[in-house]
């Protein structure tokens, strides 16, 4: 942990004295520009900037209350997890962040509504919920901002599960990482629309954090990556202001291309993508040779998300009938 993030927690938990029960829901998120590297990895902090868009009720619910039981519980989508399972060590081993060595045996409850470890996201908004609700619990007075350096601990991307809409996740200068958190950017999209056409629910063969490692040590492809994300994540921020379909799409695509071409090029090589995820971008693109306004995005997983506006939905839809609908700016 830095020595920020504890230094926050510990002046917030000067007058806690007591858990209360607390729940807390958190969106997760897809990055429309990736961070894929750090530039610490103790402290999270990545080598670029992103942005996100939330995808509304796709995320975590999570509660957090004292353990009758006398010793910590973690359960998961219903189950109660063996205390070896790596999601329960993770979780409270961000627990223990709030605890400062205090013996105070927690019940964690959290229940995902999207596939865990599938490539969506989930460890984002998890992390973010369980942040929320940890706060709660403990009565701390946190703001948004400084939930989400907690929750960039946890998760990477969870900084940026803090919000709903359009996040960017500030690279930050600083070297303890003060300045590495999520901003909610003031834009609105109505008609902003994303498909997720899912090609593997299971879990993924390796996890982000060490796919990224990998390709840091070993990828000759790596080393101009972080300077043209951080080149991509301004266009994308800027289209994202004009609501620029036509100036967004193929950067938000060529971004996620770039990122997947330099773990490809790893050595042993990464891939995430699968057969599957190759026939769905081929359609892709004939589709949008045919006139489709629709692009790619993928993350480290399997599966491809489409972003597009409202009036390509019943296309796109057409084209992927068993792709999941999400309009991020309606009916939260």
Known sequence: MTDAVRDMIARAMAGATDIRAAEAYAPSNIALSKYWGKRDAARN???????????????????????????DEVHHNGTLLDPGDAFARRALAFADLFRGGRHLPLRITTQNSIPTAAGLASSASGFAALTRALAGAFGLDLDDTDLSRIARIGSGSAARSIWHGFVRWNRGEAEDGHDSHGVPLDLRWPGFRIAIVAVDKGPKPFSSRDGMNHTVETSPLFPPWPAQAEADCRVIEDAIAARDMAALGPRVEANALAMHATMMAARPPLCYLTGGSWQVLERLWQARAD?????????AGPNVKLIFEESSAADVLYLFPDASLIAPFEGR
């Not at 080598?47 to 006398?70: C, M, P």
């Not at 006139?291 to 993350?299: K, V």
């Open 291 to 299: 006139g489709l306004a629709a692009f790619a995005t993928m993350d």
């Open 45 to 71: 902090l990545p080598l670029n900037s992103s942005v996100s868009i939330s995808l509304a009720n796709w995320g975590s619910h999570t509660r957090v209350e004292g353990s009758g039981t006398g010793h």
